[in-house]
């Protein structure tokens, strides 16, 4: 059994990690394997999420006065919380898809994404989003469209001319 210190010490880790925290999702588990753990922790890992199961106890006194406190009535049973310091839409797709092919074991209880309580249903949404990268990956390929047009379209003026003083050389050679 863990000592009062101890306890202490578990508490100010997880409010010093969660304050940095841009989202976090809140699952339960039933019947878990250490395989079925291990494989979830290292997806989480993939993209760059934190991972651990909580006392409740020492979970709601860790999101006080943080943008997960609202979160703090999820925090009953079997409780496990997922974070991340970067990208929501990753964390949000991968938890989503895990705990929907992995029904049996898992179960979804809330998420926040920017200080807001989401359900599964808008975490599917948000996870239905492309990611940030993906995002400016686009954004880059529309700007540099638009400027491979218009080099193209100066580019046609001389080209043309060109041609045709060459067509012009050629009909006079012939005459």
């Known amino acids: 059994m863990k000592t009062k210190a101890q306890k202490q010490i578990d508490l100010n880790a997880l409010a010093e990690q969660l304050e940095t925290a841009k989202s976090a999702m809140i699952v339960s588990f039933t019947k878990l394997t250490v395989e079925k753990d291990q494989e979830f922790r290292n997806q989480l890992r993939g993209v760059g999420a934190k991972y651990q199961v909580v006392k409740n106890t020492i979970a709601r006194l860790a999101v006080k006065g943080t943008q997960f406190e609202e979160a703090s009535e999820h925090f009953k049973g079997v409780t496990a919380i997922a974070w991340t310091e970067s990208d929501p839409v990753d964390l949000s ?9 992995n029904a049996a074991i898992y179960s979804f209880k809330a998420g926040v994404v920017d200080g807001k309580v989401v359900d599964l249903s808008q975490v599917e949404a948000i996870a239905s989003l492309p990611s940030k990268e993906e995002l400016i990956a686009k954004l880059l390929y529309i700007i540099n469209a638009q400027a491979q047009r218009i080099v193209t379209v100066i580019n046609a003026v001389p080209r043309d001319l060109a041609v045709v ?6 009909k006079q050679q012939e005459s």
């Open 93 to 101: 797709k991968m938890v989503s898809k895990f705990v929907k092919d």
């Open 165 to 170: 003083i060459k067509q012009i050389g050629e």
